[in-house]
């Protein structure tokens, strides 16, 4: 068994995998981190690895502590990935993007493909058809979106999510979220538009926590899944035991 964690900018996802299934899912928040690993390790004892992404503020030492009762592999870019990197930047670009590259790569193979995490950020991804990781987009997410209208301006409100009903919005909340929701919808759609136009043989994967309300939005019919990221730490883990 393998506990694989996903430490993002806004909260830690986990996942215990037996081979490629998924046994359970957990959430929760970075100052929770020790307390919450420890009771996933009492449940599942049959633990042999610990993998993890972390891009949020969480380092290697936290997971330290469970050293004598698994191995932890705290991925890097030193690690082996399925992928060359054309990055201009290689040793900036975030762990958890070269992990979804990576499972885009292995679970779709020989083909154009663009990866969308649409979480904290937006990030857009795309390797491809020659395994060629060639970059992609970083854009603000659905909440942060709202954050930021209200913590840059002096009068608007900090909204949380709601569908709007209308694109024209007839008041001030109407009018923010028809920003915010239909701009980060029609944002996304923009952008495969534009993949679509220069690239055949082409996938497009959708994950991350806003996921699947965009699932249902999207005029682009797309392959959404929320546990992406961490099927393909997973992945990513089973390919660097095969070519280490
Ligand atoms: N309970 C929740 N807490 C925070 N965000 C949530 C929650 N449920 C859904 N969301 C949505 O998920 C988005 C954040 O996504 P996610 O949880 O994947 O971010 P994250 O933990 O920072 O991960 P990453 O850094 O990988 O994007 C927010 O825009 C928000 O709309
Ligand atoms: C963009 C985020 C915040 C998305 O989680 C993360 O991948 C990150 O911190 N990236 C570093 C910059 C880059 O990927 O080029
Ligand atoms: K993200």
Known sequence: MILTVDVGNTRIKAAVFEGNIILENFVFEKNELEKKIKK???????????????????????????????????????????FANKYATPKTLGIDRMVLAAGATLQFPKQNRLVVDAGTCITYDFIDENDNYLGGAISPGLRLRYEALHNYTAKLPLLTFEVPELYIGNSTAQ?????VVNGFVYEIDGFIDEYRA????FIIILTGGDAEFLAKRLKNTIFANSNFLLESLNQTFQYKIDND
């Open 175 to 179: 009018a923010i979220h028809s920003g």
């Open 198 to 201: 220069n690239f055949s043989n």
């Open 40 to 82: 996933i390790l009492e449940k599942f004892q049959n633990c042999s690895d610990l993998v993890v992404a972390s891009v949020g503020s969480v380092e290697k030492q936290s997971f330290l502590t469970f050293e004598n009762q698994l191995n932890i592999h705290f991925l890097t870019h030193e690690d082996v990935f399925p």
